[in-house]
């Protein structure tokens, strides 16, 4: 369990759902509970019946053996509240080897990707597509690389699903420097910086490194078959994802206001161009191509299928600490309390 999951109390104590330690407030509001009805019973009671028959009833009933019984019911409600929080008390540490595969986003934010030919726009579906996969993914390490006329690392290789969620959601056209599309240098950085692959000097994690290239495919002369072939050569295989309109394309966005980008009077449109992204994908060794258009594509699926299905590779050993569950230890106090508030009589005892 993830150490943000948990409340350490001590090095060996914690809480294994924290949030649900808050289940012991219903322990004081039973007991407020429990004396509103006893107050309102002997109110009710005042109203009416006689003096000799409260005389009667009080003589019979033990103010004590009633408290007690309450008592075990609040004690009862605290300690099962206190179980539901999951005590934990000691550990045991075991290494294990995490294997997995190194994944890279290389994610187009160029102003063509706020077209709406998908809705609410080409870059917001992606992200959600997006957020799918890393969902899915369990021992890989996933970084993110956004571009468009130059390409910027927005997370290195990492296994923090938070933060790495949060780097998807920070994409825009402001998330990569000046505009246009440069397909070539995203996966020349991608090598360069987030796989850190020296040509020279190929590491035995080559094998198992794939980039996920999502674009419109729209590239201005950055070489991008070469810079595929280039890394496949290094055996890093491109995934490349296809999105937008073909054909005429469909309207770019102005940045400036509402309607659309226009040069020489005429609207820029965008439009999907599958040949180069199947030539990209191609170029390296296993590399696919998925021309999604318009359409849905459900990203943890391809995860599932392409990449977890894949060739694993050791990424280095983990130690984690397996706590004991201790709830045992407060439900059953638990359950004898209400054991015993069901033997217990409030009636006095005869003489």
């Known amino acids: 369990m993830n150490t943000t999951d948990a409340l350490m109390l001590s090095d060996s104590l914690r809480l294994g759902a924290p949030a649900l330690a808050h289940a012991l407030w219903i322990a004081p509001a039973l007991a407020l509970v429990l004396w509103l009805s006893g107050a309102r019973s ?14 009667s009833l009080a003589s019979s009933v033990s103010p004590r053996r009633r408290l007690l019984k309450n008592t075990l019911i609040v004690v009862a409600a605290a300690l099962a509240a206190a179980a539901l929080a999951r005590p934990q008390l000691g550990y045991e540490e075991r290494t294990a080897t995490r294997r997995g595969r190194d994944v890279v986003f290389v994610v187009d934010v160029s102003r063509s990707m706020l077209a709406a030919d998908l809705a609410p726009n080409r870059l917001e579906r992606v992200k959600l597509w997006m957020k799918d996969l890393v969902a899915a993914a369990e021992g890989d390490r996933v970084g993110l690389v956004a571009f468009a006329g130059a390409a910027v690392v927005r997370s290195p290789l990492t296994q923090d699903r938070a933060f790495l969620l949060m780097a998807i959601d920070e994409l825009s056209p402001n998330a990569a420097p000046r505009g246009g599309t440069n397909i070539g240098d995203a996966i020349r950085k991608t090598i360069d910086q987030v796989f850190t692959i020296d040509p020279e000097h190929v590491d035995d994690r ?22 595929a072939r280039a890394a496949g050569d290094l055996g890093v295989r491109v995934i490349a994802i296809g999105v937008g309109s073909s054909g005429a394309g469909a309207p770019v966005p102005d940045p400036d206001g509402p309607g659309f980008t226009e040069y020489e009077g005429q609207t820029v449109r965008s439009a999907l161009d599958p040949d180069s992204l199947a030539a990209i994908a191609a170029a390296s060794d296993g590399g696919v ?3 999604v258009g318009t359409g849905v594509i459900e990203l943890d699926e391809v995860y599932r299928d392409l990449i977890a299905a894949a060739q694993q590779g050791d990424q280095g050993e983990a130690t984690t600490r397996d706590y004991f569950e201790r709830f045992a230890w407060v ?6 309390c209400l054991v015993l508030e069901s033997l217990l009589s409030d009636r006095r005892r005869r003489r």
């Open 42 to 55: 002997r109110r009710l009671l005042r109203r009416f019946a006689s003096p000799t028959m409260l005389a």
């Open 331 to 336: 439900l059953v106090p638990a359950f004898v």
């Open 289 to 291: 191509f998925l021309n």
């Open 206 to 227: 080559a094998p198992y490194r794939d980039i996920i290239l999502i674009t419109d495919g729209d590239d201005q002369e950055s070489f991008p078959v070469d810079a």
